[in-house]
T-cell receptor, first 114, second 115 residues
Framework: AQKVTQAQTEISVVEKEDVTLDCVYE???????LFWYKQPPSGELVFLIR??????QNEISGRYSWNFQKSTSSFNFTITASQVVDSAVYFC???????????FGSGTKLNVKP | DAMVIQNPRYQVTQFGKPVTLSCSQT?????MYWYQQKSSQAPKLLFH???????NEADTPDNFQSRRPNTSFCFLDIRSPGLGDAAMYLC??????????????FGPGTRLTVT
């Protein structure tokens, strides 16, 4: 069974639209960590956010916001007023246990059109 | 400013000809990872080093080997590349204290082509 599911394979929006990328995870551990990474066409994965399982506070960073809900095992990512530079593949990842192994979702490709 | 550096960025090798990819880091992290990423897929962990301890993923082919001569450098050796090994290879680093949960910092990747 997949530990991290990103059901949206590809999303296309027009610039300035808001967009939410979904992430659903599965774990039996009580302590775990969730991450979002951005992978632009250049290829490098860029770290966006880390969340531990004990902190359900939502977070906002500029146009980015994250909604962590343990009740639904989801860690969704919203981009407000999207821009063309937001076009990339976004990966959600889970880390559990004592080792820092990441379980990546399959990624969501976001196309922002001018 | 570069924190995780990979060389070369693009590598072309012939079928069966050994190739080495390199990774260096300035973060002084004790854990280094190698991932393989094929088109439109998530990165797949090949192995990692926790300090000098090498840890192979169960499904990593024997064709892939790694060396970590010191904290800063790590190498990925592909002994006999096949056409199926063409991919982006990503190096990452993280802190490694007990408990895990640390963000990994990725290099820009090396795109390997096998002809």
């Amino acid at each position: 069974a997949q530990k991290v599911t990103q059901a949206q394979t590809e999303i296309s929006v027009v610039e300035k639209e808001d967009v939410t990328l979904d992430c659903v995870y599965e774990t039996r551990d009580t302590t775990y960590y969730l991450f979002w990474y951005k992978q632009p066409p250049s290829g490098e994965l860029v770290f966006l956010i880390r969340r531990n399982s004990f902190d359900e506070q939502n977070e906002i960073s500029g146009r980015y916001s994250w909604n962590f809900q343990k009740s639904t095992s989801s860690f969704n990512f919203t981009i407000t007023a999207s821009q063309v530079v937001d076009s990339a593949v976004y990966f959600c990842a889970l880390s559990e246990g004592s080792f820092n192994k990441f379980y990546f979702g399959s990624g969501t490709k976001l196309n922002v059109k001018p | 400013d570069a924190m995780v550096i990979q060389n070369p960025r693009y590598q072309v090798t012939q079928f069966g000809k050994p190739v080495t990819l390199s990774c260096s880091q300035t973060l002084n992290h004790n854990v280094m990872y190698w991932y393989q990423q094929k088109s439109s897929q998530a990165p797949k962990l090949l192995f990692h080093y926790y300090d000098k301890d090498f840890n192979n993923e169960a499904d990593t082919p024997d064709n892939f080997q790694s060396r970590r001569p010191n904290t800063s450098f790590c190498f990925l050796d592909i002994r006999s590349p096949g056409l199926g090994d063409a991919a982006m290879y990503l190096c990452a680093t993280s802190r490694g204290e007990a408990g895990g949960g640390y963000e990994q910092y990725f290099g820009p990747g090396t795109r390997l082509t096998v002809t």
